[in-house]
């Protein structure tokens, strides 16, 4: 049976390994997994965020793609950070004549606590490899 919630990060994953089979600059930047996570979830929350905007879409799910291909948390963390840019999407963020703030959203999420704490979860799970680590 297909674990459809993994399929968004599959799909994210087949754009990136096509767009970075030629130019490997951005593995270069030596982001730690921290850094390399807040990006990707950043970057799932755009994605998410401006589905009306296909090139916008793309580019996002592009680079989450990235992120992830060079991340080193466990399939489960990116899960999360998926489900939590849902969350922050889903709240409502308007300007006084009424438009929409998605991008702010986001920007919100990539500063917020609640990343903060995954962030926290999965690299204390990387530096004790050997300990479980449960949900906080």
Partial sequence: MINTRLIPIA??????SHAFADDHAIMQRGYSP???FRNFTLSQCVANGFQQHADIQKDAQIAAGGYLEIGHYPIEAYEE?????????????????????TLMKCIDLYHSDELTALVEKYEYALAHPDQEHGSN
Avoid: I, N
């Fill in 11 to 16: 799909l994210a994953c087949l754009f990136a």
């Fill in 34 to 36: 921290a850094e390399s």
């Fill in 81 to 101: 950070a998926v489900t939590l840019s849902k969350q922050f999407l889903a709240r409502e963020y308007r300007t006084m004549a009424g438009q929409s703030l």
